[in-house]
């Protein structure tokens, strides 16, 4: 399948699947060009909106991404809502092949009563407040209460447990949002109870962040003993990552702890905790109905053991005093066109290796391929993945490539015709050094702009 002319390529979404799959394409073929659109004036997605303040190291991808971005076959067009300035379909008439790569932007409900009221949030919301997603700003979360209960026990279930405990003085040093640091500051929040279905050996945490929560400043651990019945007859026989993680627990749970570590924790002023075999059943709201006051937790029996065990509800329920909820059991991907095939009950594209499904020339990868589980590491992988199976398809000839596209110049010209400005990425340069200049006066890294059209005005500036 020999054809004269470049292959043209759009990628959807800017976050780290979007320029994995960019920069795996670029690498792999010395004539393939890739555009990325971006909704947002900003680029890289989770790594600048999700990844915790505290923990900068992990934004380094940033600098790789970069230079994909500053790469001569790659362009990049923020401020292109895919889906409502353009749609997938103009995109695909407009390029050889379009791949999907737009994350997962909504969060799975609890479904219980209660879950709308005053002081409940979801993890998706909290952490998109502290790190200035644009939408999350006047989240204003209220933190004048003594106790949080977060549902779920995953990395960003303690990502927010340990940004509510860590003292201000670690988090004013990072690129935590101003409002976010100022309210965290005044926070009356002093014990976070971090919820899970089943048990020690099933929770959804990695050891980094466990081991930062155990060594969390100013704080103690708060675990039952009960809750780890059986754990050390079990351990030898567990799998080693599991091994690890679940020994560090049942360490801070039910070993005496060393001279130091008791002093340590004696001073503590607060404290966090895992609660295990508890699913959320209900929100109760204060007395007036305006806000939320407590929330009443299912016991679970575990059926089974290891990974597959399941959580069974019991008759029993117990009712936890607390002012803040914070639901934190998943992302969830969004149909963003109806053109595009949608698997609802997965929340995923359905894909082979990264190709949709029924629809030759459109690809996916990262959160919208897979489901909203995985490291940047993990996306990285399944991205390269939907790369490799593009450039089969050229070769192989499965991909149309008989006639030239007009690729960014058309998509342009539609969305002048529009009213919509995009943003390049020398223009996310100019915001970048503003935020980072905005930062230097009080020791963070960057000071970020936190609407939309702030953005705009030092875009074009
Ligand atoms: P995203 O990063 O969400 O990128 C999707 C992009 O698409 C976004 O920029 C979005 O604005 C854009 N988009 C959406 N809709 C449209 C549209 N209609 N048109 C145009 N663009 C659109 N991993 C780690 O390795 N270390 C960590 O410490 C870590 N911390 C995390 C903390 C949190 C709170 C979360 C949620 C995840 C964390 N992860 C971490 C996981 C990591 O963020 C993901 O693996 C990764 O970001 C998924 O990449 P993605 O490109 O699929 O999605």
Redesign the pocket.
């Known amino acids: 399948a020999f054809s004269s002319c470049r292959p043209k390529v759009c990628v959807?979404?800017?976050?780290?699947?979007?320029f994995y799959t960019a920069q795996h394409l670029i690498k792999g073929r010395q004539d393939v060009e890739v555009d990325i659109?971006?909704?947002?004036p900003v680029?890289?997605?989770?790594?600048r909106f999700?990844?915790?303040p505290d923990?900068p190291e992990?934004k380094n991808v940033i600098n790789t991404f970069t230079q994909t971005a500053k790469h001569a076959r790659c362009n990049f067009y923020g401020n292109?809502?895919?889906?409502?300035d353009v749609s997938v379909q103009e995109l695909q008439q407009a390029y050889h092949a379009v791949i999907l790569?737009?994350?997962?932007?909504g969060n799975r409900r609890m479904g219980i009563p209660g879950e709308d009221l005053a002081g409940v949030y979801s993890?998706?919301d909290f952490?998109g407040w502290y790190n200035g997603l644009p939408s999350c700003r006047e989240l204003s979360p209220d933190l004048n209460c003594d106790t949080a209960v977060i549902l779920g026990q995953g990395?960003?279930a303690l990502?927010i447990a340990r940004i509510l405990l860590s003292p201000t003085d670690i988090l004013k040093k990072t690129d935590i949002t101003h409002p976010a640091l100022e309210a965290l500051t005044e926070s009356k929040v002093r014990r976070v109870l971090i919820v899970g279905r089943r048990g020690p050996m099933q929770v959804a945490c990695t050891i980094k962040e466990l081991r930062e929560m155990v060594k969390l400043p100013g704080t103690r651990p708060e675990l039952v003993q009960a809750d780890f019945e059986g754990v050390a007859q079990a351990l030898p026989d567990l799998p080693r990552p599991r091994k690890r993680l679940t020994e560090l627990m049942f360490k801070a749970a039910v070993e005496p702890p060393a001279k130091d570590e008791q002093e340590r924790r004696s001073k503590a002023s607060r404290s966090w905790g895992l609660r295990f075999f508890r699913s959320p059943a209900m929100v109760l709201p204060n007395p007036d109905g305006t806000k939320a006051a407590a929330i009443r937790l299912a016991v679970n029996k575990l059926e089974g053991s290891g990974e597959a065990a399941r959580a069974v509800l019991t008759d029993e329920v117990e009712d936890v005093t607390c002012g803040l909820v914070i639901s934190s059991i998943g992302?969830k991907s969004l149909l963003?066109d109806s053109s595009v095939p949608f698997d609802s009950g997965k929340a995923i594209v359905p894909n082979q290796m990264g190709r949709v499904q029924q629809a030759p020339g459109l690809y996916c990868?990262?959160?919208?391929k897979t489901g909203p589980t995985?490291?940047?590491?993990?996306?990285m992988n399944n991205s390269f993945d939907t790369a490799r199976s593009l450039m089969e398809d050229l070769d192989s000839g499965n991909l149309d490539m008989s006639a030239a596209k007009s690729g960014a110049q058309h998509i342009r010209t539609l969305l002048e015709e529009r009213g919509v400005k995009p943003v390049t990425f020398s223009d996310w340069e100019k915001i970048d050094s503003v935020e980072v200049k905005r930062g230097e006066s009080t020791g963070k890294p960057r000071e970020k702009l936190l609407t939309v059209e702030n953005m705009l005005q030092v875009a074009w500036a």
């Open positions: 959807v979404g800017s976050g780290p699947a979007g659109y971006e909704q947002l680029p890289f997605g989770l790594v999700g990844v915790a923990h992990v292109v809502n895919v889906g409502k790569s737009y994350g997962a932007e993890a998706k952490v990395n960003v990502d992302y963003i990868s990262g959160w919208l995985g490291v940047i590491a993990t996306t």
